[in-house]
C-alpha cells in the first residue's frame, strides 16, 4: 500500500525565487504547488519569515515593554501594526502581558 507522492521542490531555484521576494502565489504556480506547500518548503529550508525585514531596534523594544508601555502605543512607535509588535515579543521570548486568571477577579 503506498501513500501519498512526496512532491519534491528543487531547494536551490526555490532559495533564489524566494531570495527575489517572487510572492508566494507565483512561486507556487511555478511548482504546481499549493501556498501551504510554498510555506512548509520555505520552513524547511530554514528560510527567513519575509516580514523578518521589518526593522527595530531590540534594546528600544525591550526597554518599552518593560516599562508597560501598550501595545498599541508601541505600534505608533515604531510604525508597526499591533498584531507585529505581539510577534516581535514573541520572538524575543517575552512573557504575555496579561494572562486570564488576572483579568478575572474572584469577589
Not at 500500500?1 to 531547494?11: F, L, N, Q, S, V
Not at 515593554?65 to 515604531?78: G, I, R
Amino acid at each position: 500500500m503506498t501513500g501519498r507522492p512526496k512532491i519534491e521542490i528543487d531547494a536551490t531555484v526555490f532559495k533564489k525565487m524566494y531570495s527575489l521576494d517572487i510572492k508566494l502565489d507565483i512561486m507556487a504556480q511555478f511548482f504546481d504547488v499549493s501556498v501551504a506547500k510554498i510555506r512548509k518548503t520555505r520552513d524547511e529550508l530554514n528560510l527567513s519569515l519575509r516580514n523578518g525585514r521589518v526593522v527595530y531596534d531590540e534594546n528600544e523594544f525591550i526597554r518599552l515593554f518593560s516599562e508597560n508601555v501598550t501595545y498599541p502605543a508601541m505600534a505608533d512607535h515604531f510604525g508597526f501594526s499591533r498584531c507585529t509588535i505581539i510577534e516581535i515579543r514573541k520572538r524575543l521570548n517575552l512573557p504575555a502581558r496579561y494572562s486570564l486568571r488576572q483579568k478575572v477577579s474572584h469577589e
